[in-house]
Nanobody, 129 residues
Framework: QVQLVESGGGLVQAGGSLRLSCAAS????????MGWFRQAPGKEREFVAA????????YYADSVKGRFAISRDNAKNTVYLQMNSLKPEDTAVYYC??????????????????????WGQGTQVTVSS
């Protein structure tokens, strides 16, 4: 069993930055693929970014590529999402997810919410114009 707790959300002006953190319990954190998803009111949950256990490969949604960066610290059981140049359309609840994906999972695999086994409670990010 893995428990995920997100933090770092808040209100920021357009063009600003936020860094989300996701702290995971469990001794096998380094074995999990980690992902970030987001859900805006009235919309479906959408993929944001994912990272393999080894941190060697990352994937991003086209809408955030070049602005967001995912990273992980397996020694601290934590995954991060650095968000720069934020836009009002980035406003959403951001969720951290962990899953036992294939070690060499593809971007297509990373984008599917049902491929993840554990989810955090979410943290609100609001970007004002």
């Amino acid at each position: 069993q893995v428990q995920l707790v997100e933090s770092g959300g808040g209100l920021v002006q357009a063009g600003g930055s936020l860094r989300l953190s996701c702290a995971a319990s469990g001794r096998t954190f380094s074995s999990y693929a980690m992902g970030w998803f987001r859900q805006a009111p009235g919309k479906e949950r959408e993929f944001v970014a994912a990272i393999r256990w080894s941190s060697s490969t990352t994937y991003y949604a086209d809408s955030v590529k070049g602005r967001f960066a995912i990273s992980r610290d397996n020694a601290k059981n934590t995954v991060y999402l650095q968000m720069n140049s934020l836009k009002p359309e980035d406003t959403a609840v951001y969720y951290c997810a962990a899953g036992f994906l294939h070690p060499y999972f593809s971007r297509a695999d990373a984008m599917v919410p049902s491929n993840y086994d554990y989810w955090g409670q979410g943290t609100q990010v609001t970007v004002s114009s």
